[in-house]
Antibody, heavy 117, light 107 residues
Framework: QVQLQQSGAELAKPGSSVKISCKAS????????ISWIKQTTGQGLEYIGY????????YYNEKFKGKATLTVDKSSSTAFMQLSSLTPEDTAVYYC??????????WGQGTLVTVSS | NIVLTQSPATLSVTPGESVSLSCRAS??????IHWYQQKSNESPRLLIK???QSISGIPSRFSGSGSGTDFTLSINRVESEDFSIYYC?????????FGSGTKLEIK
């Protein structure tokens, strides 16, 4: 069965970076893009961008350019998102999801990132 | 950016009632709208794709309709497990956006 397993919760200091992983199983990894979505209580669900798991090509929401960097390791069927120059506004749950041409049938379990000094 | 406005923000109903949740787009998006259910501390679950297409494993009481700018998610005879938050999402533009959600709560 299709599964997306994300890495565990992160507690980070302002100004630092974190790297979240999303390991896919149960399907051919390079057949689907992986998208990343941010969820906060105040802003709801925000689309960060996606990575083409075959080519490594990326698309970013303008709002997250310079904040998020998407990469992929095809050998381990894992997608990564690095968040840099963290501020308290980056505190959120981050999801990866398998992008099936615009809709998301499979989601990771979410990774809570807390930014606090 | 395409803005999706969901209404109402909260809907209080009694189990067994049928409900309609609204999602309005700031511009015409054809049928490029998808609906999700999210329960507390869980990931969103896809209910409907492309406005009205059903998803395998989703109960038949969930249905979707609409095109252009106005969309509706209908739940026929709400069950206790349906009380959660519902989101719409558009894929008409490359910059996908989500609505702010409708919370379905027990009356």
């Amino acid at each position: 069965q299709v599964q997306l397993q994300q890495s565990g919760a992160e507690l980070a200091k302002p100004g630092s970076s974190v790297k979240i992983s999303c390991k896919a199983s149960g399907y051919t990894f390079t057949s689907y893009d992986i998208s990343w979505i941010k969820q906060t209580t105040g802003q709801g669900l925000e689309y960060i961008g996606y990575i083409n798991t075959g080519s490594g090509g990326t698309y970013y929401n303008e709002k997250f350019k310079g904040k998020a960097t998407l990469t992929v390791d095809k050998s381990s069927s894992t997608a990564f998102m690095q968040l840099s120059s963290l501020t308290p506004e980056d505190t959120a749950v981050y999801y990866c999801a398998r992008d099936q041409l615009g809709w998301f049938a499979y989601w990771g379990q979410g990774t809570l990132v807390t930014v606090s000094s | 950016n395409i803005v999706l406005t969901q209404s109402p923000a909260t809907l209080s109903v009694t189990p067994g009632e049928s409900v309609s949740l609204s999602c309005r787009a700031s511009q015409s998006i054809s049928t490029s709208i998808h609906w999700y259910q999210q329960k507390s501390n869980e990931s969103p679950r896809l209910l409907i794709k492309y406005a009205s297409q059903s998803i395998s494993g989703i109960p038949s009481r969930f249905s979707g309709s609409g095109s252009g700018t106005d969309f509706t998610l209908s739940i026929n005879r709400v069950e206790s497990e349906d009380f959660s938050i519902y989101y719409c999402q558009q894929s008409y533009s490359s910059l996908y956006t989500f609505g702010s959600g409708t919370k379905l709560e027990i009356k």
